[in-house]
């Protein structure tokens, strides 16, 4: 037990998003059945006003604070210092862009009873609008998500473990590009033994960027990882294409243009593209086959 009888430690990575972030905070004022937790924003760099932000909220969520998180820039970096300042060994991750459901507090917190290591579903369509429907992932999940040779992983976002796991797989890897660092961590922690369990109950209400722009960047980002993925591991049954391979598979993408869908079509058409760019850059840069 910790520091006024905390018990877990919600951990919210952030830059820039004291615009959006109160709707993150509201969500955990109301939380369910809920324990005793603490609120560590660990403020990677923010040029906003996020400060003031945060201040404001205090008095509805006692135990929340900011952590200075200006080591690095990325993700990983404000995941690790944010966990680093966590009063207790119990860390539950969200975003401060995203909204976690009523009961995810609760349902994280008695998971970890049993479990070291845990993810639960999101749903993409309430905080997206029609953005939801650009990008090829499910809009609302049903189990973890899996990678090759059958791995799997929670969304870095919805994640909690003990601190024995984090301090185990030595945290997130800070020099990983973001858009797959969470897959990296949950690989690092599979060939440690640890597996995530899903927890149905924790549920993330994730926000899709909700411009075409913001989205491809996105994506560009998410293929970026997803290349150096496959360079740090090399899985075996992972065969690199070839060179005519290759050049035959981005123009069957290339043909695949939607020339008479709908916008949203020719949009979905376009992440797909800013993937597959953000890792053939991404390969080429590490002089390593793409996957």
Not at 120 to 136: K, N
Request: charged residues 20%; hydrophobic residues 40%.
């Amino acid at each position: 037990m910790s520091l006024d009888g905390v018990v877990c430690s919600v951990v919210i990575p952030t830059y820039n998003a004291a615009h959006l972030i109160g709707q993150q905070l509201e969500a955990l004022t109301v939380q369910e059945g809920a324990p005793s937790f603490e609120v560590v924003v660990a403020d990677n760099k923010s040029t906003d006003d996020l400060a003031a932000v945060i201040e404001s909220w205090q008095d509805r969520l006692p135990h929340l604070r900011v952590v200075d998180a200006s080591r690095g820039q990325g993700v990983s970096v404000a995941r690790n210092v944010g966990i680093e300042h966590a009063s207790t060994d119990r860390i539950l991750i969200c975003d401060a862009d995203d909204v976690v459901a009523p009961a995810w507090v609760r349902a994280f917190h008695q998971s970890l009873d049993d479990h070291t290591l845990v993810s639960g579903p999101a749903e993409t369509v309430s905080l997206s609008g029609p953005s939801a429907g650009w990008v090829p992932i499910e809009q609302e999940s049903t189990g973890l998500y899996q990678t090759w040779g059958g791995r799997t992983y929670g969304l870095g976002g919805n994640t909690a473990m003990r601190r024995e796991v984090w301090e185990a797989v030595g945290g997130y890897d800070e020099t990983f590009p973001a858009g797959a660092e969470e897959i990296d961590f949950a690989w690092r922690a599979w060939d440690l033994g640890y597996r995530f369990t899903y927890v149905p109950e924790a549920l993330l209400h994730y926000r899709i960027r909700t411009d075409l722009k913001g989205v491809l960047r996105q994506q560009y980002n998410s293929g970026r990882g997803t290349a150096t993925l496959y360079n740090k591991f090399r899985p075996a049954e992972v065969v690199p294409k070839s060179l005519p391979r290759r050049v035959h598979h981005e123009l069957l993408l290339l043909k695949q243009f939607p020339w008479r869908g709908s916008g949203d079509a020719r949009r979905m058409w376009l992440t797909l593209m800013a993937f597959e760019a953000g890792k053939l850059v991404e390969a080429r840069r590490l002089d390593s086959p793409a996957p």
